[in-house]
């Protein structure tokens, strides 16, 4: 059973940085792509950025230029860096990795205070 366990969440200033990391374990299957979504109290849950297997990666307009996503195979990790952060960023954070079916992380909060 596929399991995804999150870190780097947590409060900073407008301006900050921070850096999300989601550790990949027991995957049996190919991981097509994988990547993060957030989710702001009181609104849907949305795609911020992916990484498929082949390097290519895609983000959300609102945060092209600011955000980064990697990944490093040999750990199993996909990363997020998040710089010039906005309140607007403020958000739990939810790691994904899709096989034949998506697996979610459990969440990390973000808060960027202005």
């Known amino acids: 059973q596929v399991q995804l366990v999150e870190s780097g969440g947590g409060l900073v200033e407008a301006g900050g940085s921070l850096r999300l990391s989601c550790a990949v374990s027991?995957?049996?299957?190919?991981?097509?792509?994988m990547g993060w979504y957030r989710q702001a109290p009181g609104k849907q849950r949305d795609l911020v950025a992916t990484?498929?297997?082949?390097?290519?990666?895609n983000y959300a307009d609102s945060v092209k230029g600011r955000f980064t996503i990697s990944r490093d195979n040999a750990k199993n990790t996909v990363y997020l860096q998040m710089n010039s952060l906005k309140p607007e960023d403020t958000a739990v954070y939810y790691c994904y990795v899709m096989t034949y079916r998506i697996t979610w992380g459990q969440g990390t909060q973000v808060t960027v205070s202005s």
């Open positions: 990484i498929y297997n082949s390097g290519h990666t």
């Open positions: 027991g995957s049996s299957f190919s991981i097509n792509n």
